[in-house]
T-cell receptor
Framework: GNSVTQMEGPVTLSEEAFLTINCTYT??????LFWYVQYPGEGLQLLLK?????DKGSNKGFEATYRKETTSFHLEKGSVQVSDSAVYFC?????????????FGGGTRVLVKP | EPEVTQTPSHQVTQMGQEVILRCVPI?????FYWYRQILGQKVEFLVS????????KSEIFDDQFSVERPDGSNFTLKIRSTKLEDSAMYFC?????????????FGDGTRLSIL
């Protein structure tokens, strides 16, 4: 079946540091890939997505590139802020299926210190 | 920006009691979902719903669970006889379309505590 594996946290960084969160997946065909973010006390918010190989999703300074050859979708941000402290979830949906469920990774907690 | 709203934010229920979790999806969305997250574990899919019927359900979604769209705006999850292991955060989501590239928009969740 489909699965998503994320690096375990917590990841603790200083403000303005570079952030990478690794995400790899197992799926047949070409799934769509997503990063969701959960700020303290809130629900899951879509951060970015990519729907085909070599697509780059970007939002709020975050980027992730859909790498079919390495089945990866690593999240990066060049200079983090304290407000980026949150839990980040990598997820996928299957291609060509309606009412498509999301399969999530375990989440990575990021803490940015001033 | 339109959002998915869930009520209540926290529900405390005695084991064996019925509980109904409520969601108002984004108004022009056609696909609705429930997920749950047990503390410290992954977010897990429970069920998807389209055109007034279940599209897909997971192994978790057994006979104790049911979903309903009782009117044009609400989408509910009912647990008939709650167990301790049902304690979790329950998230409702909706999407405009059902294809894999359609993003799902989530509510803030209902924390269900079974005593």
């Amino acid at each position: 079946g489909n699965s998503v594996t994320q690096m375990e946290g917590p990841v603790t960084l200083s403000e303005e540091a570079f952030l990478t969160i690794n995400c790899t997946y197992t799926a047949t065909g070409y799934p769509s890939l997503f990063w969701y973010v959960q700020y303290p006390g809130e629900g899951l918010q879509l951060l970015l997505k990519a729907t085909k190989a070599d697509d780059k999703g970007s939002n709020k300074g975050f980027e992730a590139t859909y790498r079919k050859e390495t089945t990866s979708f690593h999240l990066e941000k060049g200079s983090v802020q304290v407000s980026d402290s949150a839990v980040y979830f990598c997820a996928l949906t299957r291609p060509q299926a309606a009412g498509n469920k999301l399969t999530f990774g375990g989440g990575t907690r990021v803490l940015v210190k001033p | 920006e339109p959002e998915v709203t869930q009520t209540p934010s926290h529900q405390v229920t005695q084991m064996g009691q019925e509980v109904i979790l409520r969601c108002v999806p984004i108004s022009n969305h056609l696909y609705f979902y429930w997920y749950r997250q047990i503390l410290g574990q992954k977010v897990e899919f429970l069920v998807s719903f389209y055109n007034n019927e279940i599209s897909e359900k997971s192994e978790i979604f057994d006979d104790q669970f049911s979903v309903e769209r009782p009117d044009g705006s609400n989408f509910t999850l009912k647990i008939r006889s709650t167990k301790l292991e049902d304690s979790a955060m329950y998230f409702c989501a909706s999407s405009e379309g059902g294809a894999g590239n359609q993003p799902q928009h989530f509510g803030d969740g209902t924390r269900l505590s079974i005593l």
